[in-house]
């Protein structure tokens, strides 16, 4: 079966935040606040909630699933303003 690419669904939400708080806690682990990133993983319920709340805010959002499993995503948004205020808010010191 190959992977698809398609929009972000209400029904990702749950595996998506999980996915979310999985890949977070090992890829910025030593680079991203320790408390923000063990806050993904013990409210992975409100971040699904979150997910689902503002689909409509982040058209921009995609998701990469190989045999209907969430295995990657992207958001992208070309708003600066948003992404300093994100960043900010999980500790980081400087944009990427």
């Known amino acids: 079966m190959n992977p ?3 929009k972000r669904k ?3 939400s ?3 935040a999980h996915s979310i708080a999985l890949v977070w806690n090992t ?6 606040d320790d408390d923000f990133l063990k806050g993904l993983l013990d ?3 409100e971040s699904a909630e979150r997910l689902k709340n503002n689909i409509t ?3 921009n959002y995609y998701v990469l699933t190989l045999q209907d ?3 990657g995503w992207i958001y992208y948004t070309l708003d600066s303003d948003k992404v ?8 980081m010191k400087k944009r990427f």
């Open 27 to 32: 890829t910025y682990k030593g680079i991203v």
């Open 4 to 6: 698809i690419i398609r």
């Open 10 to 12: 209400i029904e990702d």
């Open 84 to 91: 300093e205020k994100n960043n900010d808010k999980i500790g």
């Open 57 to 59: 805010d982040q058209p």
């Open 69 to 71: 499993k969430i295995i």
């Open 43 to 45: 409210h992975q319920k």
């Open 14 to 16: 749950t595996e998506l």
